[in-house]
């Protein structure tokens, strides 16, 4: 059983916090295929033409996360959410690399509604995943970079398991190592998450992408909802 959940802290101090969560379990990954790379590079394309010469930061949904990592003490122009961390690759470098199936779906849909999406791999899980404030006691492994340990800033928002390890920290900038979508992943939490003013309308286009994705390339068994304040946790039982 795999559980998803805002902490009450959370929800007290960003309350229009919005995610599209997707359990998932069963699913296919590996290189990623024809027809996704070819809607992926297609999808790049589109997004590059819609921004045209529009400042990232003045995207709405951009702006609300700048917004948020401020409220818990977080420079956005240094560490930026993982939305406008492609994007802003997008924007300079013309194109995004890809990196296996589950990473490109997740990528894709992400520059299409310029929100942060994530993609966890759940081997590593020890109980729900739950967005919270850090006590700065939790254990945090970078990305590539198996044998380091870190641990997060007191008060920064998140991803933990009940063992203290930290899937993604400063909410949505970094992944962990272990939490990483590999060629061999088949049982993941997949996020979609939106703080602006009429989020819900682009998170349930967003995560009916997704579920159409996975459902279209990577099959398995899903459970999805849409979370906020009224509706904080998602379970696949």
Same mark, same amino acid.
């Given at each position: 059983?795999?559980?998803?959940?805002?902490?009450?802290?959370?929800?007290?101090?960003?309350?229009?916090?919005?995610?599209?969560?997707?359990?998932?379990?069963?699913?296919?990954?590996?290189?990623?295929?024809?027809?996704?790379?070819?809607?992926?590079?297609?999808?790049?394309?589109?997004?590059?033409?819609?921004?045209?010469?529009?400042?990232?930061?003045?995207?709405?949904?951009?702006?609300?996360?700048?917004? $948020?990592?401020?409220?818990?003490?977080?420079?956005?122009?240094?560490?930026?959410?993982?939305?406008?961390?492609?994007?802003?690759?997008?924007?300079?470098?013309?194109?995004?690399?890809?990196?296996?199936?589950?990473?490109?779906? /997740?990528?894709?849909?992400?520059? @299409?509604?310029?929100?942060?999406?994530?993609?966890?791999?759940? @081997?590593?899980?020890? /109980?729900?995943?739950?967005?919270?404030?850090?006590?700065?006691?939790?254990?945090?492994?970078?990305?590539?970079?198996?044998?380091?340990?870190?641990?997060?800033?007191?008060?920064?928002?998140?991803?933990?398991?009940?063992?203290?390890?930290?899937?993604?920290?400063?909410?949505?900038?970094?992944?962990?190592?272990?939490?990483?979508?590999?060629?061999?992943?088949?049982?993941?939490?997949?996020?979609?998450?939106?703080?602006?003013?009429?989020?819900?309308?682009?998170?349930?286009?967003?995560? $009916?992408?997704?579920?159409?994705?996975?459902?279209?390339?990577?099959? /398995?068994?899903?459970?999805?909802?849409?979370?906020?304040?009224?509706?904080?946790?998602?379970?696949?039982?």
């Amino acid at each position: 059983m795999t559980t998803f959940h805002y902490d009450a802290a959370i929800l007290a101090r960003f309350p229009n916090i919005t995610g599209g969560v997707i359990l998932a379990t069963g699913l296919r990954n590996g290189p990623t295929p024809g027809r996704i790379g070819a809607a992926y590079i297609k999808q790049q394309q589109a997004t590059l033409t819609n921004i045209g010469d529009t400042p990232l930061s003045q995207l709405p949904t951009l702006a609300a996360w700048r917004s $948020a990592f401020r409220r818990f003490g977080v420079d956005p122009t240094q560490c930026r959410s993982a939305a406008e961390a492609l994007l802003r690759r997008l924007t300079k470098k013309g194109d995004i690399p890809s990196i296996n199936a589950l990473v490109d779906l /997740g990528n894709l849909v992400s520059i @299409r509604y310029a929100l942060p999406v994530a993609v966890f791999d759940t @081997r590593s899980l020890t /109980g729900p995943l739950t967005v919270r404030f850090a006590t700065g006691d939790e254990r945090y492994t970078p990305l590539g970079q198996p044998d380091v340990t870190e641990h997060p800033t007191a008060g920064e928002v998140v991803f933990s398991d009940d063992a203290g390890l930290v899937f993604a920290e400063r909410w949505c900038w970094r992944q962990s190592d272990q939490s990483a979508a590999r060629d061999d992943t088949t049982d993941v939490v997949i996020t979609v998450e939106a703080q602006h003013e009429n989020a819900r309308l682009d998170i349930e286009a967003a995560l $009916a992408a997704l579920l159409a994705l996975l459902k279209g390339f990577s099959g /398995g068994q899903t459970v999805a909802a849409i979370l906020d304040a009224r509706n904080p946790a998602l379970t696949d039982e």
